[in-house]
Structure formats: structure tokens, C-alpha cells
């Protein structure tokens, strides 16, 4: 998986490409990590992720809590099909801020 | 010996008697003491005749009546007319002893007589003894050929290690013959994408069983292929029809379970001649099967229930024969057929059939502790697996990493296109998601992050359009704690299986010391997503 990030507005961008296993969540998770302790919204943009499992999920679900205990958010943005899939079958559609866009 | 000089006085002639009187004695002796050096009657009569000819100055010994043999010191017609003749005669079990002897030279006297008869009982006794021989001999041969026809009448049942192949059924036999055969018989056939299978014992033991269970089981045989279409109570009525008379006329009756299993609609069908043990073994409950019609041969007409069952895969038609369940421990209690019943559905979960059988007959052989079987002890399980691999399965073993997970969406892939149709290729993503997280727990779970050689088993089938896919693996035992996240909090655990639950119809699991066999199945059209209430959790998150 690739991870792209732009840091050019307040509203940090990730952008995930590609395959989202238990493989990647170290890399995911310190990439994640600088902005741990800011109470900016952090994008993470999911169009170009083809497949992701419980352990990805978990990652996002994890990042999530943190920002919003450090008064920020992760704000999931234009999820693949894959990626719907997946939120609408643990029902944590229901607990992400989803956007259509980045 | 007797040749002592002529003495006038008393003194000389008391002398010459004692001489003789020990001359008798030593030859008395030498008689009594010959040994036998063999068991042929004609080799025990000389070694009695000849040193009784000594001692006794005999010229001719004869014996007649159940055998006839001549002895003799002179020539041919030798004998005079003035020749003293002495006989006596036995009655032996193999007919009359006539015992004739003769001598010139002196009348029998009172110690000659007492010598003779004690010489016709000992001949009588080697008769007796060169015939009980014989009979043994006889005998054993006999008994060597009656076992090796008992043991080849054995050539009429099917080979233990060659099971039919159809799709969807686990099938294992195991057919220990006693010393001494005890008639058990079984045979198996696939038809028509269908198994066809029997087990019995007929009554009695040694060859006349075993005659009957050669005629038995062709019949049996002869009845499924004949009448399969038809249904099976009339399997079961042209069996008795055909069995009956035979069994009638040797006053015999054969105990036997005939079944088949239907894998394409998940059914059994069982039919019970008065056979016991014959079980339905199933993780969720056992039971037995019990007779629904007396043996065959006891009765022509009869009416025969037919048990109908739906299986649940892995359920287990189990069929043994009393050699079992009644062998025999050192202290001569048997098995026993609740302890039997009890011991098979504790297995239930067993990974395959032979992995049951094989805990059957451990658990019979520690219960035997070393005694011997006393009747042949057969045991077949006929096992409704719906995921169970044949060669032409697709299958995919992959080390047991997070990394090595990621070969299994192309393969699934490449084997959904391979075999599947397109409601199943449409899936491929989601049934994909549902193995890796299966998988995943295997990784983190059964083998605790995994280590070199820890490996994993995919394989996929088809039953009637649903995708039936199996993941095994040989690590430490886990069981689903069966907790499941709340969607109103968040975790960063527990989603996998939730995942799962989700995405197949279907999820079987059991764990054993083989280690950890998942089973889940695919519709062939998109399940339906989620509804509008979450699942329960199934515990505490």
C-alpha cells in the first residue's frame, strides 16, 4: 500500500493506495502518528483502495479515537466499493464522518 | 537261554529255574521298556511283537480283525501240527483284536498267559494311540484347509483400502477377521453420484459363516444394483427374498444395515435387518438406528421401515458389527455398546472419517488390553462432507504469515473462473474478505503470529451452486469467544469474524488436537447486506 500525504491546508490529506491488510498497519500507523495529538480534521482518502480487511479497519477505527480524544477527527473520504462494503458490514458507517470527496 | 544242562539233582534244577525265571524277567523288561520311536501303527506293532517273539520262543505271532498282521522266526508251513497254540482277542473302537501265537518247544504255561494278555492289552493300546494319531493329523489338516477357506471367502468383499470416490462423502471401512472367522461382511458402491452401503454379520462362526457371508454379500450386492433405482426397501426386500431360503435351510440368519447417501440433496436413507451398532453420528446429537425388521432369513415376509435423514455436513453414518462393542478386556467385560455410542459422538468432530475410525478402534484395542478377539470386528463410517477434497478440488497451502495471505485472492480468482458461475466470479472480493479474515485468525490465533513451517490448507468445492471453501490448519486449538463489537463504540478488535458472519451462509468450525477445520459456504447470488439492526453481540465487548 501506498501513502501519500499533503500538508499544504490545515486538514492533513492521506491518501491510501492499494491493498490495506495487517501487513500494512505499522506503516499506516506511524504515518499516522504525527498528527496524533492535533485537533485538525485528518483526511484519509480511501478511492484508490482495493481491498481492505479487519486489521485496516481497525487501524482507521484506532486513529479515529485518538484524533477526536485530541478534539480533531479522521474523516474517511471517497471510499471504494471495497471500502463501503466493509464499513456497511460492521456497521461502522454509522461511527465514521464519510465524505463522498475529498 | 532256556538252554541249560540237563542236571539230575533238585539243586541244579531249582538253579536252572531261577535262571530261566530271570532270563523271562530281563526279556520282560526289554518288552516293556522298547521305546516307541514312531506313531505308525504297523512301527509300534513290531516294536511290541518282536522282543515278545524273544521272550517267549514264539514262532509265529498273527494278529486279525480290524488289521491283519503276521509274524513269523520259521520258514513258510513251518509250522507242526503238534504246535502249541495260545490266543486271546480285545475290543478296540476301530473293531476286534484277534491275538494268535504259537510255539514247538514247550506248552504256555500260567506266567506265559499273564505275559500275553499284558502284550495283547499293549497292542490293543498301540492301536489306539497309532489311530488317535492318525485322526489328529487328519484333523489339523482339515482345520488348516477349513481356515484358509474361510479366509478366502473373504475375496468376496471389496478392498478395505479402495473406497468408491464421489463428491460430498468421506468414506472409511475397517474389517478385522478373528482367528476363527466370524462372518462380518460389508460392500460399497457409488451410483449414480450416489453411495450405496451395507454392513452385516451372519450368524455363527468358522466356515459355514463365512460360506454364507460370500453368498451374503453377493446378494446384497447384487440387490443394490439391481433395484437402486427403484428405492431402497426394495434393495432391502429383494435381499431378504434372495438371502432367505439359504439362510432358512442352514438354519443361519444374517444381521445387516444397508443405506445410501444422497450427497446432492443432504439425505440418508437406512435401512436395519435386526444389525446393531448402527449409529447417525453428529456433532449437535447421536443416535442409534435401531432394527426396524428382524434378520434376514427368519422370516420371509417382511416389512422393513426405512429410516430417512437429513445431514448436516460432517454427520457420520457409523456401522459395526458386535465384534466390538463385545470385545472382551482381561477381566471379561465387554466394550460395551453405550460406551461405544458415547465414544463416537465424542469424536463427532473428528476431521474426516478415518481420524473417527481410527479413535474407535484405539479405544476398543486399549479396552482388549491385549485380549484376544474373539469375532471379527468390522466398522464402516460413511460421512456426509460436502467440502471433503477430491483430486480435482482446488487447493492452496500457504505458510501461515500476514504476508502469505495476499496470494489467496489471486488463486480464489483463477479458481472461481476456473469452476464457479458468474453469481459466484461476482463474489469473489467479498468471498475473498471472508477467507483472509478467517485466515487471519489462524495466523494470530492457531499459531500465535505465525513461525517457520506453520502452514494452512484451502480447498473450495461445489455443491449445488454454493461454494463450500475449508481452511485447516494443524495449530493450537481456538475457539471464536463469540464476542462482536457494538457499533455504537468503536473497536479497534473483534470486526473479522463479524466480517465473516456477514459474508457466508454458512460457518462451521471445529478444533481438535488435528488442529483447526473452518467451513463456510457461498451463495451463488450477493447475499443481502446488512440489516437496519445490527447484530446482537454475542457477549460483552
Given amino acids: ?102 | 537261554m532256556s538252554a541249560v544242562p540237563s542236571a539230575p539233582d533238585p539243586l541244579s534244577a531249582v538253579t536252572a529255574a531261577l535262571v530261566e525265571s530271570n532270563d523271562r524277567l530281563l526279556g520282560l523288561i526289554g518288552l516293556t521298556g522298547a521305546a516307541f520311536r514312531s506313531l505308525e501303527e504297523d512301527e509300534l506293532l513290531d516294536t511290541v511283537v518282536w522282543p515278545t517273539i524273544e521272550l517267549l520262543q514264539l514262532e509265529q505271532c498273527t494278529i486279525g480283525g480290524a488289521i491283519e498282521r503276521h509274524w513269523t522266526t520259521t520258514t513258510a508251513d513251518a509250522t507242526t501240527a503238534d504246535a502249541h497254540v495260545w490266543q486271546t482277542s480285545r475290543e478296540l473302537d476301530s473293531g476286534r483284536l484277534e491275538l494268535l501265537v504259537t510255539r514247538s518247544a514247550e506248552p504256555f504255561g500260567t506266567a506265559d498267559t499273564k505275559i500275553l494278555e499284558a502284550v495283547a492289552n499293549l497292542l490293543g493300546n498301540s492301536i489306539r494311540i497309532a489311530r488317535m494319531h492318525a485322526d489328529r493329523l487328519t484333523q489339523a489338516v482339515v482345520e488348516r484347509e477349513h481356515a484358509q477357506a474361510a479366509r478366502l471367502t473373504a475375496t468376496a468383499l471389496p478392498l478395505t483400502d479402495q473406497p468408491p470416490e464421489i463428491d460430498g462423502v468421506d468414506l472409511w471401512v475397517h474389517a478385522r477377521p478373528a482367528r476363527t472367522t466370524g462372518g462380518d461382511l460389508f460392500t460399497w458402491f457409488a451410483i449414480d453420484d450416489r453411495i450405496w452401503f451395507a454392513v452385516g454379520d451372519v450368524s455363527g462362526k468358522g466356515l459355514p459363516a463365512a460360506v454364507l457371508m460370500s453368498v451374503a454379500v453377493t446378494m446384497v450386492e447384487a440387490a443394490i444394483h439391481r433395484h437402486h433405482v427403484d428405492g431402497i426397501e426394495h434393495v432391502g426386500d429383494a435381499t431378504n427374498r434372495w438371502c432367505f431360503q439359504r439362510f432358512s435351510d442352514a438354519d443361519m440368519f444374517l444381521t445387516l444395515a444397508v443405506g445410501c447417501i444422497d450427497p446432492a440433496t443432504a439425505t440418508a436413507q437406512v435401512m436395519n435387518f435386526g444389525h446393531s451398532p448402527v449409529l447417525v453420528v453428529s456433532p449437535a446429537a447421536s443416535k442409534r438406528l435401531e432394527a426396524s425388521a428382524p434378520p434376514i432369513g427368519v422370516l420371509l415376509d417382511i416389512q422393513a421401515q426405512v429410516t430417512h435423514l437429513q445431514l448436516s455436513e460432517g454427520d457420520t453414518i457409523a456401522l459395526g458389527t458386535d465384534g466390538l462393542t463385545e470385545q472382551f478386556n482381561a477381566a471379561g467385560q465387554a466394550f460395551g455398546e453405550d460406551p461405544f455410542d458415547t465414544l463416537l459422538h465424542a469424536s463427532a468432530c473428528s476431521p474426516d472419517a478415518a481420524t473417527l475410525g481410527q479413535t474407535v478402534l484405539a479405544a476398543v484395542d486399549s479396552h482388549a488390553g491385549g485380549t484376544e478377539q474373539s469375532d471379527d470386528q468390522t466398522l464402516m463410517l460413511v460421512r456426509y462432507s460436502p467440502a471433503a477434497r477430491t483430486s480435482t478440488s482446488p487447493q492452496l497451502t500457504i505458510d501461515a504469515t500476514h504476508l502469505a495471505l495476499r496470494t489467496l485472492g489471486p488463486w480464489l480468482a483463477g479458481a472461481l473462473n476456473e469452476f464457479a458461475d458468474q453469481g459466484l466470479i461476482e463474489r469473489c472480493g467479498e468471498i475473498e474478505l471472508a477467507l483472509h479474515e478467517v485466515a487471519t485468525n489462524v495466523v494470530d490465533h492457531a499459531y500465535a503470529g505465525g513461525a517457520d513451517g506453520d502452514q494452512m490448507t484451502i480447498d473450495l468445492r461445489l455443491i449445488d451452486n454454493k461454494l463450500i471453501a475449508r481452511i485447516c490448519d494443524q495449530g493450537r486449538p481456538f475457539v471464536d469467544p463469540g464476542t462482536r463489537p457494538d457499533p455504537d463504540d468503536p473497536q479497534v478488535r473483534g470486526y473479522g469474524l463479524m466480517i465473516v458472519e456477514q459474508l457466508a451462509s454458512t460457518i462451521e468450525q471445529a478444533s481438535g488436537s488435528y488442529g483447526n477445520r473452518w467451513t463456510l459456504s457461498f451463495e451463488s447470488r450477493p447475499v443481502a447486506l446488512p440489516r437496519n439492526t445490527p447484530p446482537n453481540p454475542k457477549g460483552t465487548s
Wanted: charged letters at 25%; one cysteine or more.
Fill in chain 1, 1 to 102: 500500500m501506498e501513502i501519500a500525504i499533503e500538508t499544504d491546508s490545515p486538514s492533513p490529506l492521506v491518501t491510501l493506495t492499494g491493498r490495506f491488510d495487517s501487513f500494512e498497519t505499522a506503516q499506516f500507523r506511524e504515518k499516522m502518528d504525527q498528527f496524533a495529538d492535533q485537533s485538525h480534521e485528518i483526511r484519509v482518502h480511501l478511492g484508490a483502495v482495493n481491498f481492505i480487511d479487519s486489521s485496516g479497519l481497525a487501524e482507521l477505527v484506532r486513529s479515529m479515537k485518538r484524533s477526536r480524544e485530541a478534539g480533531g477527527d479522521v474523516v474517511l473520504c471517497a471510499p471504494s466499493q471495497t471500502v463501503r462494503v466493509i464499513l456497511e458490514l460492521t456497521r461502522l458507517d454509522m461511527a465514521f464522518t464519510i465524505r463522498p470527496d475529498a
